[in-house]
């Protein structure tokens, strides 16, 4: 595996605990910072095929790959692997995969023994620029995504990008929609930046992906080291996920392209509620299609608000709503459900035509 261009590491204190970020080889980088003896690693059967060497001599927990796998069975078949593989309270776990690993990771660590140490690792630009980061592990229950997890900080994150020279299109396409969604709050350069460039880029220019993904890690840290609790500031990380996850979980879309129309429909209700300009919509679109992300869909306006409404952000008859006051500039507003659903409806009516 080839070195972090920039090799670097540093370390940030949260509420919940301290975080150290190593930007380096991860195989140097972990036989440094652990004994094999150890620690576990828990990974997927994609990762775990793809990467023989990488696990070689540690004890390893393999789970089925996808999202259909963040469950409450997983969490169960995990755990009682533990338990045969003796792991105790000091034992490190070490979650190396997309964001469903370091989910399910995080998750079982925080509650087996009462909680032990852990660490991640992750594979896909999705859980390098996002899903790794900032402590919240969860899994679903039937329809209801993330909906019983834990806050609770890994000690340290190890990134390498050398791991991205696998990663499917379509999984670079999901991670685009994260790394858009951090421009689009609260980054207009950032913004320009991946408007002139493309995934085919990123994938032959190293050193501009590890400073992209170093960028989206800062702006997430910067927002949950102000608001780790998620009671206001962090709320603005939702923005494109409150019609995106419902979309996702009714039409078992991927996340990034649940994402990606949720921002679209979060740029409609932000016209509706604050005035957004209609141009920001059209630019996001044409940015989106760039990285190979869908812009419409033909959704049932009213289902998709049944789920959303069951969403656990919601209040007695309103919900945040993180909108868009321009292009890195955004904002938490109460929002009726009559916004939303108009959003929902004029969504689904510009998509068939
Ligand atoms: P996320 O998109 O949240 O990171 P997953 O954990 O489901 O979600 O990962 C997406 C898919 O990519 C899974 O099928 C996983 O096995 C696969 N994957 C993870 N890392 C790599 C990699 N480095 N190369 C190829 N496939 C990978
Ligand atoms: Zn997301």
């Not at 995990?78 to 979650?95: P, S």
């Not at 049944?306 to 292009?327: A, C, G, H, P, Y």
Request: one cysteine or more.
């Amino acid at each position: 595996m080839t070195l972090f261009i920039q090799s670097m590491q540093y370390s940030l204190s949260f509420p919940s605990g301290e975080v150290n970020y190593i930007f380096s080889n991860a195989t140097e980088a972990l036989t440094a910072i652990t004994a094999k003896d150890s620690c576990i690693l828990i990974t997927d059967a994609n990762v775990a095929a793809l990467y023989p060497p990488f696990f070689e001599g540690y004890k390893t927990l393999i789970v089925s790959a996808g999202e259909a796998n963040k469950t409450w069975e997983s969490i169960k078949i995990v755990a009682e692997k533990l338990l045969e593989y003796e792991a105790h309270r000091n034992t490190l776990l070490i979650g190396v995969g997309g964001g469903v690993i370091t989910d399910l990771t995080g998750f079982i660590a925080s509650t087996y023994m009462r909680g032990v140490a852990f660490g991640y690792i992750p594979t896909t630009l999705l859980g390098m620029a996002d899903a790794a980061i900032g402590g919240k592990n969860g899994i679903n229950l039937g329809l209801h995504k993330n909906i019983l997890g834990t806050i609770q900080q890994p000690k340290f994150l190890l990134y390498d990008v050398a791991f991205l020279s696998t990663l499917p299109d379509e999984e670079w396409s999901n991670g685009f929609a994260e790394v858009i969604k951090y421009a689009c709050l609260f980054d207009e350069a950032l913004y320009q930046e991946l408007s002139q460039h493309n995934i085919h880029f990123y994938k032959h220019n190293d050193q501009d992906l590890e400073r992209l993904i170093a960028k989206c890690a800062d702006w997430k840290n910067k927002t949950v080291l102000a608001d780790e609790k998620e009671q206001n500031g962090r709320k603005l990380l939702n923005f494109g996920h409150t019609a995106g996850h419902a979309i996702e979980t009714l039409y078992n879309l991927p996340h990034g392209q649940a994402v990606a129309l949720g921002m679209i429909i979060a740029c409609t209700v932000s016209e509706k509620a604050c005035g957004l300009n209609s141009a920001v919509k059209e630019n996001l679109k044409a940015l989106l299609l760039q990285y190979n992300l869908p812009v419409q869909l033909l959704i049932n306006p009213g289902r998709v608000m049944e789920i959303l409404i069951m969403d656990k952000k919601r209040n007695q008859d309103s919900i945040d709503f993180i909108v868009l006051n321009k292009v890195g500039e955004a904002e938490i507003k109460s929002l009726s459900f009559d916004i939303i659903q108009q959003a929902l409806v004029s969504f689904a009516h510009a998509s068939s035509n």
